[in-house]
Nanobody, 121 residues
Framework: QVQLVESGGGSVQAGGSLRLSCVLS????????MAWFRQAPGKEREKVAC???????TYLDSVKGRFTISRDNAKNTLYLQMNSLTPEDTAMYYC???????????????WGQGTQVTVSS
C-alpha cells in the first residue's frame, strides 16, 4: 500500500521560507515521478513542481527561482524548499506520485493529505 505523508507547512511572513517534506512508503522513489501541487480556496489545483524519474525538474512559472524540488532516495522523501514566499503562495500543498518516469505522462495516482502554507503580508 502506497502512503504519502507531508509535513513542514505553517504560517510565515512574506519573504520567509518553508521546507515541505513528503515521506513515501510502498513506492519506488528513484524510478518514478513525484510532484508538489497546491490549491488555494476558490482556485483550481495547480502543479507547482515535479521531479521526473531521471531527476529532471520542472516548475510553475510563478515559483521559478524561488522554489526547489528535490528527493532523497535513501530516505524515500520528497522535499519542496520554498523561499521568498508571497501571500499568493498561500494554499494547501499536496505531495503526489505516480508509476511513470515522466512528469507529463500518466495519472497522478497517489496523494498525501496535504499541508497548509499561509503567508501573511
Amino acid at each position: 500500500q502506497v502512503q504519502l505523508v507531508e509535513s513542514g507547512g505553517g504560517s510565515v511572513q512574506a519573504g520567509g521560507s518553508l521546507r515541505l517534506s513528503c515521506v513515501l512508503s510502498g513506492y519506488t522513489v528513484d524510478r518514478n515521478s513525484m510532484a508538489w501541487f497546491r490549491q488555494a480556496p476558490g482556485k483550481e489545483r495547480e502543479k507547482v513542481a515535479c521531479v521526473a524519474g531521471r531527476g529532471t525538474t520542472t516548475y510553475l512559472d510563478s515559483v521559478k527561482g524561488r522554489f526547489t524540488i528535490s528527493r532523497d532516495n535513501a530516505k524515500n522523501t520528497l522535499y519542496l524548499q520554498m523561499n521568498s514566499l508571497t501571500p499568493e503562495d498561500t494554499a494547501m500543498y499536496y505531495c503526489a506520485a505516480k508509476v511513470s518516469a515522466y512528469c507529463n505522462w500518466g495519472t497522478w495516482t497517489y496523494w498525501g493529505q496535504g499541508t497548509q502554507v499561509t503567508v501573511s503580508s
